[in-house]
């Protein structure tokens, strides 16, 4: 069943208790935070502080995507301010296997990052230890860039893997997702759709959310 994931991202931040109740009126059943510390990417948002406020005020998973140097150093803060589900960048870890190790230890789902320049292959041996592999289909670092149309092959990839592996991790992609592009993501086997400029870009999260996640499950359906 493909999900919906609204990015705070690209939210208002004068009102995210807000922006994120709209969202999930509209569907949007994991609510997707990006965490970028100006090193690993061109950009700064988010830490645990944000994510143990966001905790207060929905019940939805968060999914907390680590677009920093050095994860192993925050894994237990963001246990801590409550985060459900935890990735990490492959080219951020050297000990990837230890890394997603904490994150199980401390109660989280962990999750595996590819940037776009990223095979697959790299992370084989770890499929088994994950609850979802995310593909970025931009470069991480700044919303409302376009999608990159290679990272349909990872896709399609990770869903022969997982076949072949008889595993059953999800299969998330973050960029680019929008009205013009969902039909393709969805065909290609990706199940959690993160999505920011589309959700929230326009000031209408709960009618965007539920537009976007209709077209989706239109081309789940074939």
Known sequence: MVELLPSILSADFAHLAEEVAAASRGGGTVIHVDVMDGHFVPNITLGPPVVKSLRKVTKLPLDCHLMIDNPNDFIEAFADAGASWVSVHCEACPH?????????HHGMKPGVVLNPA????????I???????LIMSVNPGFGGQQFIP????????LVELRAEMELDFRIEID????HD?????????????????AVFGAGHPEHDARALLELARLAEKG
């Open 175 to 178: 960029g680019g997702v929008a």
């Open 96 to 104: 990837l296997h230890r890394s997603l190790e904490l994150i199980a």
């Open 150 to 157: 290679f990272s349909l092959g990872k896709v399609r990839r």
């Open 127 to 133: 499929l088994p230890m994950v609850h979802h592999v």
């Open 181 to 197: 592009t969902v039909e393709a993501i969805v065909q290609a086997g990706a199940e959690l759709l993160v999505a920011g400029n």
């Open 118 to 125: 990223t095979r697959v292959e790299l992370i084989t041996e």
